[in-house]
T-cell receptor, first 116, second 110 residues
Framework: NAGVTQTPKFQVLKTGQSMTLQCAQD?????MSWYRQDPGMGLRLIHY???????DQGEVPNGYNVSRSTTEDFPLRLLSAAPSQTSVYFCASSYSGGGPGANVLTFGAGSRLTVL | QKEVEQDPGPLSVPEGAIVSLNCTYSNSAFQYFMWYRQYSRKGPELLMY????GNKEDGRFTAQVDKSSKYISLFIRDSQPSDSATYLCAMSPYGNKLVFGAGTILRVKS
């Protein structure tokens, strides 16, 4: 069971370039999300989705775009990369709903992005 | 003010010590509390899960929640070098959107 798979693991971009971070999960989780992790800031929610065709903004959505065409995949697009987007990005998924255990997130290994 | 405050450390202890990690929060609606452990260059993994107030024990790890004080703790007994990691507290009022603390870096020296 692969869990949550993120690609690429590392990426270097120049300012203004665009790219897509891929995320796939094989646990049939309805909920998927993207976080960025910066020193001293913890994990901050960028975008999330509660099912195919449904997405919403998190705490820091500016400069990022998402779509959810299938249950398994939740790509994160950087529209025009900026040095402030240098970070480690994590995709996470869980079952949807509000009951105990439904909000336990399973994380991918992360994608380390540097914008020059 | 952040919704969840966590001392970033680093916290350095000798092997065998008892470790106490803490978070405070301001949102009284939080009722699900979690601790994640993150090894260097890896994704966070769930370590402990608690609903509402009280204690939960799992081996060398004990999680405590005091909702009246808006304070949660993670205790590690007989700490080992393999416990060296970043520990993130996370909490939620309902549903899937978790709010994370900044993480505390723990180093256990052999």
């Amino acid at each position: 069971n692969a869990g949550v798979t993120q690609t690429p693991k590392f990426q270097v971009l120049k300012t203004g370039q665009s790219m897509t971070l891929q995320c796939a999960q094989d646990m049939n989780h309805e909920y998927m999300s993207w976080y960025r992790q910066d020193p001293g800031m913890g994990l901050r929610l960028i975008h999330y989705s509660v099912g195919a065709g449904i997405t919403d903004q998190g705490e820091v959505p500016n400069g990022y775009n998402v779509s959810r065409s299938t249950t398994e995949d939740f790509p994160l697009r950087l529209l025009s990369a900026a040095p402030s987007q240098t970070s480690v990005y994590f995709c996470a998924s869980s079952y949807s709903g509000g009951g105990p255990g439904a909000n336990v997130l399973t994380f991918g290994a992360g994608s380390r992005l540097t914008v020059l | 003010q952040k919704e969840v405050e966590q001392d970033p450390g680093p916290l350095s202890v000798p092997e065998g010590a008892i470790v106490s990690l803490n978070c405070t929060y301001s949102n009284s609606a939080f009722q699900y509390f979690m601790w994640y452990r993150q090894y260097s260059r890896k994704g966070p993994e769930l370590l402990m899960y608690t609903y509402s107030s009280g204690n939960k024990e799992d081996g060398r790890f004990t999680a405590q929640v005091d909702k009246s004080s808006k304070y949660i703790s993670l205790f590690i007994r007989d700490s080992q070098p393999s416990d060296s990691a970043t520990y993130l507290c996370a909490m939620s009022p309902y549903g899937n959107k978790l709010v994370f603390g900044a993480g505390t870096i723990l180093r256990v020296k052999s």
